[in-house]
């Protein structure tokens, strides 16, 4: 009897019902596998381990950390990690790839949802639209002269990280006739310009621009990337925005900058701890807006991440190089050679 390959899906994924928070229609991808059979883990976990690796040959993981132990068992089967989403730096990626197994993301489906969210932060703070909602419930009504929006046509639009997501944004703020510009080592100047955009370092942005929204990836280049020497570069009359990885900032270096009034305020998505604190002081502070890591999660973008996550762990268990690999290098070793391309 042929035994059925194994793809496992982190619990971590499901809703308060129990359900996929992506939606039952793209499992229709792993039901019509031939030779696949598929479960959630029976346990919700924070972190994969060894009895994983031995369990699965492939896992798609949302929130859940896959750590050099989920590949440390003899018996361990895994051919693939796949991310339920762009980031990966939960992976640890040097250790899949010296097993020879592949990570994979979802790149193609994160650029519109996350940069919608940027703009939507951009426009709350332009707005001050929490404010309002609160004079309007408090009746201090009359106090409306006094808090007064601020308008985006000639404001500067500062964007760190012209990735994918990085270029949807400048592309979406082009509309309200901002300056753009980007602070990317790795981007092309001549494709920013085509998006009416300038490429300049990190330094440049921080002082030139009036909104400043942190899109990269985070990786080892970007850790603490924008601490107390960029707050310090950053106008009073700054926003501050972050839609990428809680660890790009320094937090205590954010809440000092705004603590001291350096900027004018903040909106972030994501925590250096998630997560966060119930005393994390950006928790209190009335010129900021936080979410819970969520703000992009809509039925359209978990659906479209789902579909291309799920269909990589098919290519890869169905003999294909899936389309998008994070350690491509791995494809060289002796458990991937029999990959051929899609």
Known sequence: MTTKLKVGITRDILDSRGEPAFGREPLAILDAAPGIEWEFLPEKVASLGAQHGADYDAIYVNAARAPADLVASPDCRLRVVARHG?????????????????????????????????????????????LKDRLTRSGRWNERMDNMGLGLTGRTLGVIGAGGIGKELLRKAGAFDMRLLAADPY????????LGAQKVDL??????????????????????????AQF???????????????????????????????????????????????????LTMDNVIVTP????????????????????????????????????AVLAHARARDLRPR
């Open 86 to 130: 762009v980031g990966y730096d939960s992976v640890d990626v040097a250790a899949m790839s010296r097993a020879g197994v592949l990570v994979t993301n979802t790149p193609t489906a994160m650029p519109r949802p996350v940069a919608t969210i940027a703009l939507t932060f951009i426009l709350a703070l332009a707005g001050k639209l929490f």
């Open 203 to 228: 330094a440049q942005l921080c002082e030139e621009s009036d909104f400043i929204v942190v899109a990269c990836l985070l990786d080892d280049t970007t850790r603490g990337l924008i601490g107390p």
């Open 293 to 328: 890591h969520s703000l992009c999660w809509t039925d359209e973008c978990f659906r479209n991440m789902a579909s291309i996550g799920l269909a990589s762990i098919v290519d890869v268990l169905s003999g294909r190089i899936p389309e998008f690999v994070v350690n491509r």
């Open 232 to 282: 310090a570069r950053m106008r009073k009359s700054a926003y501050f925005i972050n839609v990428a990885r809680g660890p790009i900032v320094n937090e205590a270096a954010l809440i000092a900058a705004l603590r001291e009034g350096r900027i004018a305020g903040a909106a972030t998505d994501v925590f250096e701890q998630e997560p966060v604190a119930p005393d994390n002081p950006l």
């Open 187 to 194: 981007a092309n100047a001549v494709e920013l310009s085509y």
